[in-house]
């Protein structure tokens, strides 16, 4: 009789990009999915699901969650990624095909796990969606981007007929025109942060859900058990140690320095940087991972030695923070960002202004979403310590951050509500499990 129950509950495979900034929102939405009473499968490289921290405890706290890991077409499991290169991308595209068709094959044989009756793919790779259209089940993209970067992308072909935008037809070995599989888009942003780009991306991608922002989304559903697994899932080791040093630090005096987890500088604008942040005269909590130099630059040879040393007195430097924490804490008043659409939420939510320094992909359009549209930060014009300096130092002025400030906290509160019991993201969200069990129904 147990196994009849099993049968008939929805199986979902989920598969990210295989970086940090991608993984957290898909494992959010896992989390959810899981909570709701479907069964998950979430799909990792091997390179990743060996680096993924507290895997058991997340496994404990949600038992319908599984997890499997597949190649991402390089053979080391051990060596670094450049997630940016071409042959990444490359290699990702036809390993991961032929081994998510199979890993699903395998699952469908288990007799402890129902078949698979849906995928969700990541936006920015395209054999989820493959796989799920050949082997005929649903399947879903997930954007982990704003909404505004994804109707922007959409607008793409329209350009390129107009003849605004340059194509060579050599330029991408074949066109995609669309999936006729697709049952919708899900979005991790709110409607009414995003409500101009969501009719027009409802409209080019049949069903969208705006379910953001989804760690938020998360933490009101299990409540008390979210600060236990907040850096559960994550692909990198959190120092914890500068909590005890923001609690040393005045109400709202400590500019948070971070650029996620692909960001790549020299060391000339790693120095600038640091020698801006020391002219400022404000304090600061800055992330330097060890992998943020560029391997090609001359100057490179490790991180500098002084910031290895450190201003002991003004400034504290760690590998990877617990970002969330840190940006719902007192003494943090500012965040400078690369401006990637995990930290953008994660600020607007704690209620904190931005500077942002946008280097590609989805960040200059959100950059000049936060200047212009909802006025919650401002942009850093030029990487040069004087440049650096004086933005830091009118940023953190009263008169400044408080107009700011007035703006971020209208814009916080629309996020709260909207991940509240009846707010849009959570009623987005129920819809969203509604209809996977309904697709679920008709693919079995």
């Known amino acids: ?3 009849a129950k099993i ?7 989920m598969v990210p990009l295989p970086v940090q900034g991608h993984i957290k929102p898909f494992l959010c939405l896992a989390q959810l999915l ?3 009473g479907l069964y998950v499968t ?3 490289s091997h390179y990743n699901h060996k680096r993924f921290a507290n895997l058991s405890a997340l496994s404990l706290q949600f038992p319908n969650l599984n997890f499997k890991s597949i190649s991402d077409g390089i053979p080391d499991d051990d060596q670094p990624r450049d997630i940016l290169s071409y042959a990444f991308f490359h290699g990702m595209k036809f390993a991961g095909r032929a081994h998510l068709k199979q890993l699903i094959g395998t699952l469908g044989r288990r007799s402890e796990l129902p078949p698979v009756t849906c995928v969700i793919g990541d936006g920015n790779i395209s054999f989820p969606v493959e796989v799920a259209e050949e082997l005929g089940i649903p399947v879903f993209s997930f954007c982990g981007h704003s909404a505004h970067f994804l109707l922007a992308f959409l607008c793409i072909p329209k350009l390129i007929e107009d ?14 025109n669309g999936v006729d599989g ?3 888009v899900i979005l991790n942003t709110i409607d009414e942060l995003e409500a101009p780009c969501i009719t027009p991306i409802t409209n080019s991608c049949g069903r969208s859900y705006t379910i953001g922002p989804l760690h938020a989304l998360l933490n009101s559903q299990i409540g008390h058990r979210s600060q236990l697994i907040a850096s559960h899932g994550s692909i990198w080791k959190t120092q914890h140690s500068c909590m005890t040093w923001l609690d040393s630090q005045p109400s709202r005096s400590v500019l948070y320095v971070s650029f996620g987890s692909i960001v790549k500088t020299s060391t000339s604008q790693l120095l600038e940087l640091w020698k801006g942040l020391v002219d400022s005269g404000y304090a600061f909590l800055w992330v330097v991972r060890l992998d943020m130099l560029k391997e090609d630059d001359e100057e490179h040879h490790g991180v500098p ?8 007195e003004r400034g504290y430097i760690v590998d990877w923070a617990p970002q969330e924490e840190v940006l719902n804490h007192d003494a943090v008043g500012g965040f400078l960002t690369h401006g990637g659409w995990n930290s953008i939420l994660e600020s607007i939510l704690a209620g904190i202004p931005m500077i942002s320094w946008p280097q590609f992909g989805d960040q200059r359009i959100n950059s000049e979403c936060i ?19 004086k933005t830091i130092s009118t940023f953190m002025e009263t008169s400044r951050r408080e107009e700011l400030q007035r703006s971020v906290d209208m814009v916080a509160k629309w996020a709260r509500d909207s991940v509240g019991h009846g707010g849009s993201s959570y009623n987005n969200f129920e819809v969203l499990v509604e209809d996977i069990k309904k697709i679920s129904k008709h693919s079995e």
């Open 1 to 3: 009789m147990e196994g």
């Open 7 to 13: 049968e008939q509950r929805p199986h979902v495979v």
């Open 34 to 36: 899981s909570q709701a």
């Open 42 to 44: 979430f799909v990792n």
């Open 163 to 176: 003849g605004q935008l340059p194509y060579e037809d050599g330029n991408m070995d074949h066109e995609v």
């Open 182 to 184: 697709l049952e919708g």
């Open 305 to 312: 030695e002084e910031l290895q040393m450190g201003p002991q």
């Open 371 to 389: 200047r212009k549209v909802w006025r919650i930060g401002v942009e850093l014009e030029a990487f040069d310590r004087w440049t650096i300096q």
